[in-house]
């Protein structure tokens, strides 16, 4: 059982890795944000942030790593955290996809608060300049969102076929 784990985590953090850096060209347009939230329902909160830590991480060594992967790592446990704690409550699609949404935007608010203290600016300023970048995350998660649960969902019912078999 702790192998068939540690291999999914593994294939899961690298599919996050690879959709990071396929969507580079496009800032904060990713699906990963949605790929952890689709882990909460799918796998469980402690896996969905085993892969965004993981994921953040990794793309660290590609993209750049600093003292703001920390940060990221962070951000997405507490908002996972969050999306877990509504999901038990909320579950249409469409009332979770909302959810979702707002949680990336305070992605977006967690993240400016952790780089603005760690660059020494004032903290408003800092995210009011990158709130596009923060909207364009927002909405690109809430549309991969149901993209992504859809695929999980044949995923996870053909995951359940095999294991009875």
């Known amino acids: 059982m702790m192998t068939k784990r540690l291999t999914r985590l593994a294939i ?5 890795c ?3 850096l396929v969507f580079g060209a496009f800032p904060n347009v990713k699906p990963i944000a949605a790929l952890f939230f689709v882990l909460i329902l799918a796998y469980g909160l402690a896996d969905a942030i085993i892969v965004s830590s993981l994921t953040m991480v990794v793309t660290g060594f590609l993209m750049g790593f600093s003292v703001i992967i920390l940060g990221q ?35 977006g608010v967690l993240i400016s608060i952790f780089s603005a203290r760690l660059f020494g ?14 909207l364009a995350h927002a909405v690109s ?21 095999s294991d009875a078999t």
């Not at 899961?12 to 996050?16: K, P, R």
């Not at 877990?84 to 409550?89: N, S």
């Not at 800092?126 to 923060?134: E, I, K, R, V």
């Open 12 to 16: 899961l953090t690298a599919l996050a």
């Open 18 to 20: 690879v959709l990071r």
């Open 73 to 107: 790592m962070i951000s997405y446990a507490l908002i996972l955290s969050l999306g877990a704690l509504v999901f038990k409550w909320i579950k249409p699609i469409f009332l979770r996809t909302l959810v979702i949404f707002g949680l990336t935007m305070l992605y």
């Open 121 to 134: 600016s004032p903290i408003l300023p800092f995210w009011l300049s990158g709130l596009t970048f923060d």
């Open 141 to 161: 998660t809430a549309l991969f969102f149901p993209i992504l649960v859809t695929i999980f969902k044949n995923i996870l019912k053909h995951d359940t076929e």
